[in-house]
């Protein structure tokens, strides 16, 4: 179907229904996947999905349907909206935003889809190469992937936005074994459109290979509570489980217990903390020019000089809770409807080096790069992929990989200093209801925390 | 159990796209189709938010050229042109087949289909969630609470050039229940969840669990830094334990050698009590079935035996690679291409009650869930989690809810020689996995 037939069925199928709000998307996605584990190539190949879906508010109930086969639009629409009659007996809250037509081309560097994939294969031969010419290396795994989408949203009041993103991601990790102990060691990258940053990653692939054998010699720390210095991926993730889903208002905005908890205005750290969250940076993995319900990205104080400015909105949290939309609605792909997610979250720096940071801790850790994270709102946990003990203000010897956890509320409050080199991290993907792996960007400058609960796995 | 043949009736799309790909040159073909469609009901903050319709529909073609394996997904069941040649293009990079089709062969009779489910109204299904919430509410009016009831029927279908065929439908009904309550800048989540291929009408379990939850958790307590005894209620042994054991009994990680058990089947790795199995053919679990996504026969495998290493589980190809018996246990993933997956994974209970095993302990947790098991060196047998919900006994019992407190341990080794008990009832903790509670002699606590 060409282009003006389909957004005339589009059109056509959004007329003439009795709901507050309608919108169709519809999701067109090339993918290629390449995976290795221990030697041997598992997968590599193309896919390809096409999908779609109707959403319907009526009296503040919603009716959400998706489809592989779009077939008759309408009959979708339909099935949206009675769904949405029958759940709807209350009032709609749905943020206005002027209707846009658009067309966004993806933001693209070096273009993924013009590299053949035996080019691609090569590479990925080549980085496996190297992890195993790493003596005391047992096992490696890489999962390289990159995505094309062109997505199409057009809602009731005249929006009609195709916007297109490209996504590259490579996934890179090596384990040592020695007597039933495993170590590991990885590193994720990636990009928006730009398949350069996956080439020349030969000294950092054979490094990691290294660490993962360091490691087996490497003590366990002892638990407890010490001064912690994060580098800048690690802290970059601290600031996306410990304040950024706190901030994300479907959280709070039905429960007025959470919400008198996130007053805005309220101390949630010291005066030198501002944490930011915003698509409008070009270039970065969470980067788009319209959210998935057609509101342009924006940047979005979260904490400024320590107190809580701003929150993460879709139009109905923004709605209920009589703030702006913030352009944070987004969805993985067309079998789920939008929710409030992050974008390229980071906490901006401030002017201390990493050895001032340092300077006066006796005892103390320094944790670096990440494994993972997960937050309750009130606890978080998050994963160091490496990590070492700081003596009398120095880096000191290497430990395992360590855990930290803690109160989201104290744990902010015990930020005591940040550094001056803010740099992002790209390779991670986040998770919320069900919806993994979206593409978020994470940043900030070291930081350091003055107390924090430290495990040793 | 039954035995039966089961009814080749070729679906033309299979048989087409399997036709495509052995006139383009393969050797080997298999197409695989899944049709599901879902009706979640939702309820936020109390209150009914939503239903939804989902129809999510995959075709998906493996095949062997030139003795490589090929693999290529797409939802466009018109282009089966451009499914064939994704796949043959992957066929000229990919790895070398190990695998042979199964040909047409007896499945077993494993029921898995409830009509009863898709013929759920979406109003009984609000009768439901609202019962729930209600009850909830009446336990705790101070909670806010989020809900689902939520039916599916899947139909899975298969066949490849050898012959082999396979269909079946399965039908799945859960009910969850998620709620927090917030006072001061504390919050406390409570909740479980049920599921069935049965149609649920009355989830008073999970009613039973949340008061549990909402009496150990009525006082605060305390503990410090240390060593402890603890309990894992069956929330806690899936939240924290199965992920970290699961991955050692996977054939590719043990073929590769990334797995701790690789050099130990026959041997005993763990304490007398455990014993573990796999067994797709229970009746009416939402992850049984008559074969797996590769056409093997489904069969009961049993993992550990008293503390010994029986088996891992294995696919096709892995099987293939590793020269061992394929255990029907192929999933398949995004891509069309085939990982190793467990179906109902049971764990068998032991002697004492839950009370029981806490009445053991002078000083101890109970844990029901960490956050951030998953992470860490999982392959390793490695967890530690932030302990979401936990409790402190004291003298043999519960005294309240336990804090900011971080645990960590080697689910190797924590079973191999920190078993204090396996106890009883085992009971299905989501869809699949069905674990007693657990008592260890030690674990590593950090406290602030």
Redesign the interface.
């Known amino acids: 179907m060409d282009e003006d037939t389909l957004r005339q069925e589009i059109l056509e199928a959004l007329r003439g229904w009795d709901v507050d709000h309608l919108e169709i998307r519809l999701d067109n996605t090339a993918?290629t996947?390449i995976?290795y584990?221990?030697r041997?190539?598992?997968?590599?190949?193309?896919?390809?999905?096409?999908?779609g879906n109707v959403r319907a508010l009526y009296r503040g109930?919603?009716?959400?349907?998706?489809?592989?086969?779009a077939g008759d639009l309408r009959r979708w629409v339909e099935?949206?909206v009675a769904?949405?009659r029958?759940?709807g007996t209350g009032k709609s809250s749905f943020a206005e935003v002027e209707p846009v037509v658009d067309f966004v081309p993806p933001y693209l560097g070096k273009d993924p889809r013009l590299i053949p994939?035996?080019a691609k294969?090569e590479l990925m031969d080549h980085y496996l190469d190297i992890l195993w010419s790493v003596p005391g290396v047992?096992?490696a795994h890489i999962f390289y992937s990159d995505s094309h989408k062109r997505i199409i949203l057009a809602n009731a009041q005249g929006t009609y936005i195709c916007q297109e993103r490209i996504d590259v991601t490579l996934r890179i990790g090596a384990?040592a074994?020695r007597n039933?102990?495993?170590?590991?060691a990885s590193l994720s990258i990636g990009s928006l459109g730009d398949f350069s940053v996956v080439e020349g990653l030969d000294e950092q692939v054979r490094q990691l290979a290294q660490k993962a054998v360091q490691l087996l010699d490497a003590p366990y720390v002892k638990?407890?509570?010490y001064p912690v210095v994060l580098d800048p991926i690690l802290a970059g993730v601290f600031c996306h489980e410990a304040f950024g889903h706190l901030s994300e208002a479907d959280h709070i905005y039905?429960?007025p217990?959470?919400r008198e908890?996130m007053t805005i205005g309220r101390t949630f750290g010291p005066p030198i903390l501002n944490i930011v969250d915003g698509a409008s940076v070009p270039g970065l993995r969470g980067s788009f020019r319209y959210d998935d319900e057609g509101v342009p990205a924006q940047k979005t104080y979260l904490i400024r000089e320590g107190v809580l400015v701003g929150r993460l909105h879709s139009r109905e949290t923004a709605a209920k809770m009589g703030e702006r939309p913030t352009g944070n609605a987004r969805a993985i792909d067309y079998?789920f409807?939008p929710i409030v997610r992050m974008t390229n979250t980071y906490i901006e720096p401030g002017d201390a080096t990493l050895d001032d940071l340092l300077s006066d801790i006796k005892e103390g850790v320094y944790a670096c790069n990440w494994?993972?994270?997960?937050?309750?709102?009130?606890?978080?946990?998050?994963?160091a992929g490496e990590a070492y003990m700081i003596r009398n203000g120095r880096i000191a010897e290497p430990l395992?990989?360590v855990?930290l956890?803690?109160?989201v509320?104290e744990t902010l409050m015990n930020i005591d200093a940040i550094g001056d080199d803010l740099s992002f991290n790209q390779g991670g993907g986040c998770g919320k209801g069900g919806q993994m792996p979206l593409p978020v960007s994470n940043g900030s400058p070291h930081i350091r925390i003055r107390?924090c609960?430290?495990?040793?796995? | 159990m039954k035995a039966r043949k089961l009814a080749a009736s070729p679906d033309p799309l299979l048989e087409e796209v399997i036709q495509r790909a052995l006139q383009r040159g393969a050797q080997q073909a298999e197409a695989f189709r899944s049709q599901l469609e879902e009706t979640p009901v939702i309820f936020?903050?109390n209150r009914?938010?939503?239903?939804?319709?989902?129809?999510?529909?995959?075709l998906a073609l493996r095949l062997v050229a030139d003795g490589r394996l090929?693999?290529?997904?797409?939802?466009?069941?018109g282009?089966l042109e451009?499914l064939v040649e994704?796949?043959l293009?992957?066929a000229l990079?990919?790895?070398p087949s190990y695998l042979r089709f199964p040909p047409e062969q007896t499945y077993p009779n494993v029921p898995t289909y409830d009509e009863q489910v898709p013929a759920t109204p979406?109003?009984e299904m609000v009768v439901v969630g609202e019962g729930l919430i209600r009850e909830a509410l009446r336990l705790q009016p101070?909670l806010?609470c989020d809900a689902y009831v939520h039916r599916a029927v899947q139909k899975i279908e298969g066949a490849n050039s050898a012959g082999g065929r396979f269909s079946f439908q399965r039908s799945i009904f859960s009910v969850g229940l998620h709620g927090?309550w917030?006072?001061?800048?504390?919050?406390l989540?409570v909740g479980d969840s049920l599921s069935s291929c049965q149609r649920i009408s009355d989830p008073a379990s999970i009613l039973e669990e949340v008061t549990r939850q909402l009496t150990w958790a009525s006082k605060t307590a305390t503990i410090t830094?240390g060593t402890y005894p603890v309990v894992f209620t069956p929330l806690g042994v899936a939240s924290a334990l199965i992920g970290p054991l699961m991955v050692a009994f996977s054939g590719?990680a043990v073929?590769?050698?990334?797995s701790?058990l690789a050099s130990r089947l026959g041997e005993k790795v763990y304490d007398s009590h455990i014993y573990l199995w796999d067994d797709p053919t229970i009746p009416y679990r939402p992850r049984s079935r008559i074969c797996d996504d590769e056409g093997v026969p489904s069969r009961r495998v049993s993992l550990v035996e008293g503390g010994l290493i029986c088996s891992f589980l294995y696919d096709l190809q892995t099987a293939g690679m590793a020269k061992a018996e394929p255990t029907g246990h192929g999933h398949r993933g995004?891509?069309?291409?085939v990982d190793i997956s467990p179906s109902c994974l049971v764990m068998a209970e032991g002697e004492a009650s839950l009370e029981e095993l806490i009445a053991d302990i002078y000083e101890g947790l109970v844990i029901d869930q960490l956050?951030?098991a998953?992470?860490?060196?999982v392959?390793?047998g490695?967890?530690?989690?932030?302990v979401?919900l936990g409790y402190k006994i004291e003298k043999g019992k519960v005294v309240g809810r336990i804090?900011?407190v971080?645990?960590?341990?080697?689910v190797?080794q924590l079973l191999g020689h920190h078993l204090l008990a396996v106890g009883r009832p085992a009971r299905w903790v989501g869809s699949s996995l069905r674990v007693p509670p657990i008592a260890l002699t030690s674990l590593?606590?950090?406290?602030?």
């Open positions: 993918a996947r995976l584990r221990g041997q190539l598992e997968e590599i190949g193309r896919q390809r999905s096409f999908g109930g919603w009716g959400f349907v998706s489809f592989n086969e099935l949206a769904h949405a029958f759940v994939l035996t294969k047992t096992s384990s074994q039933g102990d495993i170590q590991q638990p407890g509570v039905e429960n217990r959470l908890l079998r409807p494994y993972g994270g997960t937050t309750s709102m009130e606890m978080f946990t998050f994963s395992r990989p855990k956890s803690g109160n509320f107390q609960l430290v495990g040793e796995r | 936020e903050a009914l938010k939503e239903v939804t319709t989902r129809q999510i529909a995959g090929g693999a290529a997904s797409s939802s466009h069941f282009q451009e994704m796949a293009e992957a990079f990919g790895p979406i109003d101070e806010v927090v917030v006072r001061g800048n504390d919050m989540f830094t590719r073929y590769l050698g990334q701790p995004a891509g069309g291409y956050i951030g998953g992470q860490g060196n392959m390793g490695d967890f530690s989690g932030n979401l804090k900011d971080v645990v960590a341990g080697n190797h590593s606590v950090a406290a602030r």
